[in-house]
């Protein structure tokens, strides 16, 4: 079916998952922390990135294609890590992993997914990242990597910008626990949501199953103390180290967007940098992460990847513009699912790859590599 008479834009699906995801939950995908300054920021410094648009280069179609960390890509983007997906919407973890991988694009799993790395195994496709919650038991590390490595994830992310809990004040409001029970309040608002919940019913009620493998505490606990917390550390430049001798394949740090902070990482070795301010889920003080980007972009020479604020394939466009070298989402997946459920990712897909089309037809540029001399 075509959905794009329909659902054209990203804001569209955003509309119709907030009527098909209970509230608790919309609170926990769609909040910020703090005023929410640092997610509004995200939105209007990408629009202020303005590009120059080029006439008379007659019929062309526009190759989206890239190169990143040795691998070919079709597409400049892909899944960003989310935790409690399978919370979110149904069978995420699963619908996201099949997407990416008929896409051939990442798809990378949290740390506090809703499923194991072992259950997602059977629907992972070759670009399988793995993002890491430093766990602090070096035994626990060293399983969880293992087992990742298993199943068939072979790049490490190591997400810093989540040193401790935020505050996350609209997400603790909204009375989302961990593990999430569904009584009083939420229970009504998940009785409004029936094709979420009978999906719940389907899956049972999600939890964070990789976590709960090496947790003895198990019991009810709010959003922002959950069983992640209890076994994850503040990971420091030891941990880097460590890591980067432990892990054989590509290993990605995610949070950067300190020009300092790149350097150094830059010269511990790693493969990648992921600029990223989580979407304004930890810090609401901070630049938006296209501000941080061009520092970034001057301090290093590894690759880029960016997020937080991506809402269509012109804010693409501007990201490599300003020096990514890939783009990823996280929510926007989410709204996807939301309005369309096992539909949703691939058609969100497609409205990225038309909009960067009818953009890059629009500055007449034939490649991704043009984009940055069309800078304003
Ligand atoms: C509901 C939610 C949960 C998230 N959980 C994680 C996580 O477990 N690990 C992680 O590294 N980032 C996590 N993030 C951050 C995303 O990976 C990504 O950086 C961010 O969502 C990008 O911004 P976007 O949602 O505007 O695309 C989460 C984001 C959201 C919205």
């Keep these: 079916m075509d959905h794009h008479a329909k659902y054209p834009g990203l804001s569209d699906l955003k509309a119709r998952a907030r009527k098909r995801i209970p509230h608790f939950v919309w609170e926990y995908l769609d909040s910020a922390t703090g005023h929410e300054a640092t997610l509004k920021r995200n939105r209007t410094k990408l629009d202020e990135v303005l590009l120059r648009p080029s006439i008379l280069h007659g019929e062309f179609t526009p190759d989206l294609s890239t190169t990143f960390l040795g691998r070919d890509y079709k597409l ?7 935790g409690m997906s399978g919370l979110i919407w149904p069978g995420a973890e699963r619908l996201l992993a099949q997407e990416a991988a008929r896409q051939g694009i990442p798809y990378s799993m949290s740390t506090v997914a809703t499923q194991t790395p072992e259950d997602v195994a059977p629907y992972l496709g070759e670009d399988a990242w793995f993002q890491m919650y430093p766990p602090r038991d070096p035994d626990i590390r060293k399983d969880i990597m293992a087992r990742a490595r298993a199943a068939g994830f072979n790049t490490l992310i190591l997400t810093v910008d989540v040193p401790v809990a935020s505050r996350r004040e609209r ?6 626990t961990q ?6 309040r939420l229970a009504m608002q998940a009785a409004l949501r029936p094709t979420w ?4 019913r389907k899956t049972g009620m999600p939890r964070m199953k990789l976590m709960d493998s090496y947790a003895e505490q198990t019991t009810s606990l709010s959003s922002t103390e959950h069983v992640g917390y209890l076994l994850r550390t503040s990971p420091d430049w030891d941990y880097v180290k460590y890591l980067r001798d ?3 394949g590509p290993l990605i740090i995610k949070g950067v967007c300190n020009a300092d902070d790149a350097a150094r ?3 511990e070795g790693v493969d990648a940098l992921w600029v990223s301010n989580h979407a304004g889920r930890q810090f609401d003080g901070g630049l938006s992460t296209i501000e941080a980007l061009p520092h970034v972009r001057a301090a290093t020479t590894l690759p880029l990847i960016f997020d ?3 809402e269509g394939g012109l804010d693409i466009l501007r990201a490599i513009a300003l020096g990514a070298d890939f783009v990823m989402m996280g929510r926007p997946w989410h709204y996807a699912l939301g309005a369309l459920g096992d539909a949703g990712p691939a058609h969100l897909a497609d409205i990225l790859a038309k909009d960067m089309v009818s953009n890059m037809g629009q500055l007449g540029t ?3 590599k043009e984009l940055p001399a069309r800078l304003l």
């Design 171 to 176: 997400q603790t409001r909204g009375g989302l």
């Design 246 to 248: 432990e892990w054989d």
């Design 308 to 310: 937080s604020g991506i």
């Design 179 to 184: 593990p999430p029970r569904l009584t009083g």
């Design 76 to 82: 400049p983007f892909g899944v960003a890590p989310v």
């Design 366 to 368: 034939k490649t991704l």
């Design 265 to 267: 990482l830059q010269d």
């Design 197 to 200: 919940l009978n999906g719940i």
